[in-house]
């Protein structure tokens, strides 16, 4: 049943009905539930791409502007840092300013950061504005499922969830190919560039069309003491696992952030228990439902993340495929996912996110299993098997959890809500990479010194062997140009050999983590609060 609020017009005391969000409650197209979709998976479509088309990009990056390979990593690393570091906080300013004011404000700053990007000419300058990027970025994420969850009447929020979960599987996957396209045919810049007209379009469709909501118990103070807690925790966390496979699992700086992390969440547990209006009421995990929703957004972006990042170099390195074709051995996973999400947004709809849930958690472990088994001579047709059902996995988890989450909370916390999505999926995403990656290095450090004496190659020293060991770790055959032929193909076979043994294993470590998620996801049911979108009060 949709609910009414009132509210005061014009102090005169009086109460007016609000519009129901499933009316067009202005003149024209303003606050049309659909068209508010289209203008949101706009903005939304340039920070998902954004996580992958850059990668393409960082190769040309680092030749044209003479950086190292620590500079490189920063590239990426202070964008996933400053994006998961404020998406929550973020998500609460939506929550008491608006979600139009911060959905716009954060298309403008994004899109304003990539063109300063295009335009810099030192690496500090490019690492600077991704930073920003991220920061603009954790902005309008949020409070792009806000403005859905406040425009879309119960019975069509799941599928606009899916639409918008389609938006994001699409843009990510895509990245890759338009970026090995831009790189290759026009310039780095580019790759940049690009986002300011779509960030021009996002920001004219959004004064245009959006409506801005605010819930009846919207936040009216800012819990400092709270965001300064969970974003040094967020940081220290993050900033843990992005160090962890330089600095090592067994370093006491890892475990210090690891340690230090853990203690500042404590704090700021105990914290929100005592402020009056706090960052993350800890009630909302009352919900079960709504707890499951996280862990399982993190549990498949370990799955996902961590095992989409070594298929990337197979593809490449050991199969030999420039990025643009690497990319479009892609398109079964993220055709599935363009296809699957929308369907999963109606099938949560008719049986509820339960089944939808465990069904594709379940694919996604089966997709990985069979990702483990791929081999250098696979053919393009078994591989393109896997991918489709890895994408098909995906798309129900992407739209069900977000679902699960942004459902079970009140409509007053919804940005925040939001917030707790998107940084689960960047913590599993880089939890993903991290665990995965020292998965992998064990493999290869443990396998690489047996397969290179049974290959009868020459001894290498302790150095020599540790630079073989991080080429191997991503699929590069360790060759000087100096080397004869017949000797390069041996070290080759045995790169390659041992590259896979090592994604194997990393693969069947994302498959086990996919099958606890399918534990996890017999606790998830439909949001309780879901209809309260339907009350929202229209500013």
Same mark, same amino acid.
């Given at each position: 049943?949709?609910?009414?609020?009132?509210?005061?017009?014009?102090?005169?005391?009086?109460?007016?009905?609000?519009?129901?969000?499933?009316?067009?409650?202005?003149?024209?197209?303003?606050?049309?539930?659909?068209?508010?979709?289209?203008?949101?998976?706009?903005?939304?479509?340039?920070?998902?791409?954004?996580?992958?088309?850059?990668?393409?990009?960082?190769?040309?990056?680092?030749?044209?502007?003479?950086?190292?390979?620590?500079?490189?990593?920063?590239?990426?690393?202070?964008?996933?840092?400053?994006?998961?570091?404020?998406?929550?906080?973020?998500?609460?300013?939506?929550?008491?300013?608006?979600?139009?004011?911060?959905?716009?404000?954060?298309?403008?700053?994004?899109?304003?950061?990539?063109?300063?990007?295009?335009?810099?000419?030192?690496?500090?300058?490019?690492?600077?504005?991704?930073?920003?990027?991220?920061?603009?970025?954790?902005?309008?994420?949020?409070?792009?499922?806000?403005?859905?969850?406040?425009?879309?009447?119960?019975?069509?929020?799941?599928?606009?969830?899916?639409?918008?979960?389609?938006?994001?599987?699409?843009?990510?996957?895509?990245?890759?190919?338009?970026?090995?396209?831009?790189?290759?045919?026009?310039?780095?810049?580019?790759?940049?560039?690009?986002?300011?007209?779509?960030?021009?379009?996002?920001?004219?469709?959004?004064?245009?069309?959006?409506?801005?909501?605010?819930?009846?118990?919207?936040?009216?103070?800012?819990?400092?003491?709270?965001?300064?807690?969970?974003?040094?925790?967020?940081?220290?966390?993050?900033?843990?696992?992005?160090?962890?496979?330089?600095?090592?699992?067994?370093?006491?700086?890892?475990?210090?952030?690891?340690?230090?992390?853990?203690?500042?969440?404590?704090?700021?547990?105990?914290?929100?228990?005592?402020?009056?209006?706090?960052?993350?009421?800890?009630?909302?995990?009352?919900?079960?439902?709504?707890?499951?929703?996280?862990?399982?957004?993190?549990?498949?972006?370990?799955?996902?993340?961590?095992?989409?990042?070594?298929?990337?170099?197979?593809?490449?390195?050991?199969?030999? #495929?420039?990025?643009?074709? +690497?990319?479009?051995? %892609?398109? !079964? &996973? =993220?055709?599935?996912?363009?296809?699957?999400?929308?369907? @999963?947004?109606?099938?949560?709809?008719?049986?509820?996110?339960?089944?939808?849930?465990?069904?594709?958690?379940?694919?996604?472990?089966?997709?990985?299993?069979?990702?483990?088994?791929?081999?250098?001579?696979?053919?393009?047709?078994?591989?393109?098997?896997?991918?489709?059902?890895?994408?098909?996995?995906?798309?129900?988890?992407?739209?069900?959890?977000?679902?699960?989450?942004?459902?079970?909370?009140?409509?007053?916390?919804?940005?925040?809500?939001?917030?707790?999505?998107?940084?689960?999926?960047?913590?599993?995403?880089?939890?993903?990479?991290?665990?995965?990656?020292?998965?992998?290095?064990?493999?290869?450090?443990?396998? #690489?010194?047996?397969?290179? +004496?049974?290959?009868? %190659?020459? !001894? &290498? =020293?302790?150095?020599?062997?540790?630079?073989?060991?991080? @080429?191997?770790?991503?699929?590069?055959?360790?060759?000087?140009?100096?080397?004869?032929?017949?000797?390069?193909?041996?070290?080759?076979?045995?790169?390659?050999?041992?590259?896979?043994?090592?994604?194997?294993?990393?693969?069947?470590?994302?498959?086990?983590?996919?099958?606890?998620?399918?534990?996890?996801?017999?606790?998830?049911?439909?949001?309780?609060?879901?209809?309260?979108?339907?009350?929202?009060?229209?500013?």
């Amino acid at each position: 049943m949709t609910s009414q609020t009132t509210i005061d017009t014009a102090g005169s005391g009086d109460k007016a009905p609000v519009t129901p969000s499933d009316a067009t409650p202005g003149k024209g197209l303003r606050g049309h539930p659909w068209f508010t979709l289209i203008t949101v998976a706009v903005g939304v479509m340039m920070v998902a791409l954004d996580g992958t088309i850059v990668a393409i990009a960082n190769p040309a990056i680092q030749k044209d502007l003479n950086a190292s390979f620590a500079d490189v990593q920063w590239i990426t690393n202070g964008y996933f840092l400053a994006l998961a570091v404020c998406l929550i906080t973020a998500g609460k300013l939506g929550d008491r300013f608006g979600h139009r004011q911060t959905f716009l404000i954060g298309v403008v700053g994004f899109a304003a950061a990539s063109g300063a990007i295009g335009l810099s000419g030192s690496i500090a300058l490019v690492i600077t504005f991704r930073v920003l990027q991220g920061l603009f970025g954790a902005l309008l994420m949020p409070a792009a499922l806000g403005l859905l969850r406040a425009t879309f009447p119960a019975e069509k929020l799941n599928m606009a969830i899916g639409i918008w979960g389609m938006v994001i599987g699409a843009s990510t996957a895509g990245g890759p190919i338009l970026g090995g396209v831009l790189v290759e045919h026009v310039n780095w810049q580019s790759v940049f560039f690009i986002n300011v007209p779509v960030g021009v379009l996002a920001v004219a469709l959004g004064a245009w069309i959006l409506l801005d909501h605010r819930a009846e118990k919207a936040p009216r103070s800012f819990d400092i003491p709270g965001i300064v807690l969970l974003s040094v925790a967020m940081f220290c966390l993050v900033w843990a696992l992005i160090k962890a496979p330089e600095w090592g699992w067994g370093d006491g700086k890892t475990w210090t952030f690891l340690f230090a992390s853990a203690a500042l969440f404590l704090g700021f547990g105990l914290w929100e228990k005592r402020v009056k209006e706090p960052l993350i009421p800890l009630t909302l995990f009352r919900s079960v439902s709504l707890s499951a929703g996280v862990v399982l957004m993190v549990l498949m972006a370990i799955a996902f993340m961590g095992g989409l990042f070594f298929v990337t170099f197979y593809l490449q390195n050991v199969h030999g #495929l420039s990025p643009v074709d +690497a990319g479009l051995h %892609l398109l !079964p &996973l =993220t055709g599935m996912m363009i296809v699957g999400s929308p369907l @999963a947004g109606a099938a949560i709809t008719k049986v509820g996110p339960r089944i939808p849930l465990v069904a594709g958690m379940a694919f996604t472990a089966l997709a990985m299993y069979g990702i483990s088994t791929l081999r250098t001579d696979t053919g393009s047709a078994l591989m393109s098997l896997w991918f489709a059902l890895l994408g098909l996995g995906l798309a129900p988890v992407m739209v069900g959890a977000t679902e699960v989450i942004v459902g079970n909370a009140p409509m007053e916390l919804s940005g925040v809500a939001g917030g707790l999505q998107q940084s689960a999926m960047q913590i599993g995403g880089s939890l993903g990479t991290a665990v995965l990656g020292a998965v992998m290095a064990s493999k290869v450090d443990n396998d #690489l010194p047996g397969n290179w +004496a049974d290959a009868g %190659l020459p !001894p &290498l =020293t302790p150095e020599q062997a540790d630079q073989a060991s991080e @080429a191997v770790q991503v699929g590069v055959a360790p060759v000087t140009p100096e080397t004869p032929e017949q000797v390069a193909a041996q070290i080759t076979d045995v790169a390659h050999d041992t590259f896979i043994s090592g994604m194997s294993l990393a693969s069947l470590t994302a498959a086990g983590v996919a099958v606890v998620a399918v534990l996890v996801a017999f606790l998830a049911k439909r949001g309780e609060n879901a209809e309260a979108g339907s009350g929202a009060v229209h500013i």
